[in-house]
């Protein structure tokens, strides 16, 4: 099993960043892809960013290219999402994921292992 605790959310107001952190913690060799989704209140959960096992590939949704970006240290089992210029509409739970299979990186259900999310509030 993989543990994936997050961090650094919190309550910035907008064009101001903030960066998350996804500690991971027990088979952390499983957590091949890494991903970032979010979920606002009434609305599905939503892909963000995902990385490679090596961090040598990202992918990041369109709503958020440009502005948000992630990495990953493995020697610190850690992802981040580093976010700036961040907007009202970027307000959700943040979710850390991780999955054993290389494929689908967008698709929150192929993914095995979740973290219990992270409050980020952007105030206009």
């Known amino acids: 099993q993989v543990q994936l605790v997050e961090s650094g959310g919190g309550l910035v107001q907008a064009g101001g960043s903030l960066r998350l952190s996804c500690a991971a913690s027990?088979?952390?060799?499983?957590?091949?892809?890494m991903g970032w989704f979010r979920q606002a209140p009434g609305k599905e959960r939503d892909f963000v960013a995902a990385i490679s096992r090596s961090g040598g590939s990202g992918l990041h949704a369109d709503s958020v290219k440009g502005r948000f970006t992630i990495s990953r240290d493995n020697a610190k089992n850690t992802v981040y999402l580093r976010m700036n210029s961040l907007k009202p509409e970027d307000t959700a739970v943040y979710y850390c994921?991780?999955?054993?299979?290389?494929?689908?990186?967008?698709?929150?259900?192929?993914?095995?292992?979740w973290g219990q999310g992270t409050q980020v509030t952007v105030s206009s």
């Open positions: 027990g088979r952390t060799r499983s957590n091949n892809v």
């Open positions: 994921a991780g999955k054993v299979v290389n494929a689908d990186w967008r698709i929150s259900d192929s993914y095995d292992y």
